[in-house]
């Protein structure tokens, strides 16, 4: 067994004579590998970025009530929560399949709604930074 990145290890296969190692068995093997590293990456990540839009919301809504001005920015963040926890769900369904095909089809759809949400987040930053500098 060769040690990888990250507490993953790769299984040496036997070289008998009548099963070479391919090139395309190894790359296919890393592949899968990279897969499944992204889609654990996807999952972590936009499980943390729902608390993150879920405590900016509060302090928001702290902000709102001692200034008394309201703000879009909180509806904003909560579509972008829900976002997050959609590429959550996801990816975590696309690490509990068993089914290749599928696999990929989710881990590319979780990938799509963690790039949406986190493309929303930077619009969101920017106009919660307009809205605080103009009120």
Same mark, same amino acid.
């Given at each position: 067994m060769k040690p990888l990145a990250r507490g993953?290890? &790769?299984?040496e296969r036997c070289h008998s004579p009548r099963m070479p190692m391919d090139e395309d068995? /190894? %790359? &296919?093997?890393?592949?899968?590998l990279?897969?499944?590293?992204i889609c654990v990456h996807i999952? /972590? %990540?936009?499980?943390?970025?729902?608390?993150?839009?879920?405590?900016?919301?509060?302090?928001?809504?702290?902000v709102i009530s001692l200034r008394r001005p309201d703000i879009f920015g909180d509806d904003l963040l909560a579509v972008n929560a829900m976002l997050y926890l959609a590429a959550c769900l996801v990816s975590y369904w696309a690490l509990r399949t068993r089914n290749v095909r599928r696999n990929h089809r989710l881990e590319r759809c979780a990938d799509a709604l963690?790039?949406?949400?986190?493309?929303?987040?930077?619009?969101n930053a920017a106009f919660i930074a307009w809205a605080v500098s103009v009120h």
């Open positions: 993953h290890v &790769q299984i068995d /190894t %790359a &296919q093997t890393r592949q899968s990279l897969d499944n590293d999952f /972590t %990540a936009s499980a943390a970025m729902v608390g993150v839009c879920l405590t900016v919301i509060g302090i928001i809504r702290v963690f790039l949406i949400a986190l493309t929303l987040t930077a619009v």
